[in-house]
């Protein structure tokens, strides 16, 4: 038995020469460890439950959230964000909605929200 001192290139070519061949790969057996591990099962695709399409925005409900929004307003706290966007402090605006919405994107997502708001506002004084 004899080594063979290989470089890199060279380990590659032969190795890509060898996929090229069509070296198949080992059958998948019921294996007791590793990642593939259990009985071997075919996947059971159900179809999607109703439940999955809560929250989805629909023309009515989309109606609805811009109706109450008219007749109801801003919370104190959006209140707060939009003034803290007009002075130019989006930094503090999302540490100010990450307090007290308690997530992240959450707050992200509400201070664009808030921006967009300002803009339409922004439009109709100019109009």
């Given amino acids: 038995v004899f080594h063979l001192q290989l470089s890199k290139t060279t380990k590659l070519i032969l190795l890509d020469s060898l996929l090229q061949e069509g070296l198949k790969m080992a059958p998948r057996y ?3 460890v590793g ?4 009985h071997k ?3 059971n695709n159900l179809k999607a439950k109703p439940s999955k399409g809560k929250g989805r925005i629909t023309k009515h409900n989309k109606f609805v ?9 801003f919370a104190p706290y959006e209140r707060r964000a939009q003034e ?4 130019g402090k989006e930094k503090r605006c ?14 992200k997502k509400k201070r664009e929200e808030m921006q967009s708001v300002l803009q339409a506002m922004r439009k109709k004084q100019a109009a």
Avoid: Q, W
Avoid at 84 to 87: E, F, M, N, Q, S
């Fill in 30 to 32: 019921e294996m007791v």
């Fill in 35 to 38: 990642m593939e591990k259990g």
């Fill in 41 to 43: 099962t075919t996947k």
């Fill in 65 to 73: 959230r811009d109706l109450v929004r008219e007749v109801v307003g």
């Fill in 84 to 87: 803290l966007l007009r002075i």
């Fill in 94 to 107: 999302l540490k100010f909605l990450k307090k007290r919405i308690g997530s992240h994107d959450l707050a």
